[in-house]
């Protein structure tokens, strides 16, 4: 693609998003940041969190891992719903009836000082590696079809790319990201089902019964696996789906603080059934486009890239139409930013709230000048994360995330499920110590599975034993 072209285009979806970003900073108060005055509508909050969920991640590496595990992370999918499930049910209700800004204030209340302490710890730490990783993907792209024809290093890119984030996000917050997540996730279906239609197109596929027929009798349509040592086995993609899903989104301050600006729990939870049900159709779709992706270069004799995350960027920029080019460069962009504005905005919230303690310590005056600083702080940590995983980087990035999760939100899943499901009281101030020793112990044990355990080998599920272990934990450190 040419590079101009490409630099139009960015350019005009981001004087899109500082517009929106103008009209919905006006009149804030020093509770907008946070809450949005808790007056989103749910069906916008709905729509919106679709793009924060898939991110680039979902953009680029799902429909490339199509030719790894075929359609097994579907599995993970169907695992979905009945974590969103459990959030409306469980969740939401906690959350709106202790009128929570950070989440994890909870554990303070449950549990105590350090408890809390930690949770929003780990939070912290999941969500900067996390969504880091994941402006990397997209980092890498824009640097190969716009930076590197400039001259541009990769530094340089990265180092735009977060103070552009900055910029539309540092007054309005959450009220400005609930609105520009929603024009994002427009933009990322429009390129995806663009794609799918102009591929199909030149594939001759042109009927919705040809286009189903192509994808289902396709060799890499295998959504089931059933081998108990395999590390896409069904039950263990299911369940790995469904704990994802409650860690990543029902304790997690980026997605829940979102739910938290609708009006009341009754549309919070509507919000949750209806982004549930979009949700899987969308991912059903991106699986899709990575069949046709792989249908494509083999009819042309295109040779697939080593990494797989660079199949549908290069068959985009090089390969298909300007048209497809230029949707391709829109989806990806929105589907950056969508996932890396809301996370600025909830990894400031929770270190204002959960350790500065903004609300009790500051004036309301002086509150606006310190979360400020804290916002610009970690858009230096997020651009400086991004270029450390440029240099260790070697595997699908989807991949790289669930991992990510695994080890680091597996602390949070034990103290929730401890403080949900008993009513024992624990020894706080050793709650740290079980937090740290659970993951690695995780780690261990999934490296040694094979020999240990009869040639069982983990996979995403590695989140639900280090969940165990911090659950285990926390009943030794019980009070009598």
Sequence with gaps: MDSKLVLIVITSYFLLLFLISWFTSRKVTADTFFTGDRQSPWFLVA?????????????????????????HYFQVVLGYTLGYFTIAKVLLPLYYRLNLVSIYTYLEDRFGFWSYKTGAFFFILSRTLGSSIRVFLVAGVLQLILFDQWGIPFWVSVLITV?????????????????TDTLQTLFMLLAVVISIYLIGKDLGILKIGEFVKTITTDSRFEIFNWDWQSGT?????FASGAFITIVMTGLDQDMMQKNLTCKNIGDAQKNMFWFTIILVFVNFLFLSLGVLLYIYSETKGIAV??????????????????????TFVLGITAAAYSSADSTLTALTTSFCIDFLEIEKKYPQEKQVSVRKKVHLAFTLVMFLVILMFR???????????????????????????????????????????????????????????????????????????NGLLMFLGLVLLRKK
């Design 163 to 179: 103070s552009l984030i900055w910029l539309y996000t540092h007054r309005g917050g959450i009220k400005t990201v609930v609105w």
């Design 391 to 465: 240099w260790i980087n070697d595997q699908s990035v989807i991949n790289a995330v669930f991992i990510i999760a695994g080890y680091t939100y597996g602390p949070l899943l034990g103290l929730y499920s401890f403080g949900l499901f008993t009513k024992w009281e624990v020894k706080d101030k050793w709650v740290p110590y079980i937090a740290i020793a659970a993951p690695i112990m995780a780690y261990i044990i999934s490296q040694n599975s094979e020999s240990w355990f009869w040639g069982y080998k983990f996979g995403f599920e590695v989140l639900i034993l």
């Design 47 to 71: 729509f919106g969190m679709i793009g924060a969920s898939l991110s680039g991640v979902t953009f680029i590496s799902v429909p490339g891992e199509i030719g790894n595990t075929k359609f």
């Design 233 to 237: 086995n069904f039950f263990k993609q």
């Design 305 to 326: 890239p080593v990494r797989t995350d660079d199949l549908y960027p290069m068959l985009a920029t090089q390969h298909f139409s300007a048209l497809v080019g230029i």
